[in-house]
């Protein structure tokens, strides 16, 4: 059993930073590969960014490459995501999400991860 708890949304300008934080209650959290998704209001869930447990394999959405970093500190059981230059289409609640699959290179399907956290709002104004 894996609990997640997302932290470090808010709201913020357009262009403006946010760094959220995943922080797991998981034995051997750096077995396990963590993604972010995101649900904007009125669509249906999208992929992110993830990492695997092997932390060199990072995926992104093409939406947030180059704006947004994952990373992860497995001595802290926590896996980051920096988001910089955010805009207004970044706005919806980040899930954040575990998978035992130990896949090279990181998930990008829902399908993948069977942990969810609660999830964190990033509302960006224009």
């Known amino acids: 059993q894996v609990q997640l708890v997302e932290s470090g949304g808010g709201l913020v300008q357009a262009g403006g930073s946010l760094r959220l934080s995943c922080t797991a209650v998981?034995?051997?959290?750096?077995?396990?590969?963590m993604g972010w998704f995101r649900r904007a209001p009125g669509k249906e869930p999208e992929f992110v960014a993830s990492i695997a447990w092997i932390s060199t394999s990072i995926e992104y959405a093409d939406s947030v490459k180059g704006r947004f970093t994952i990373s992860r500190d497995n001595a802290k059981d926590t896996v980051y995501l920096e988001m910089n230059g955010l805009k207004p289409d970044d706005t919806g609640i980040y899930y954040c999400?575990?998978?035992?699959?130990?896949?090279?290179?990181?998930?990008?399907?829902?399908?993948?991860?069977?942990?969810w956290g609660q999830g964190t709002q990033v509302t960006v104004s224009s």
């Open positions: 998981a034995r051997s959290f750096s077995s396990y590969t």
């Open positions: 999400a575990a998978s035992s699959l130990r896949a090279i290179p990181a998930g990008t399907s829902q399908r993948d991860y069977v942990y």
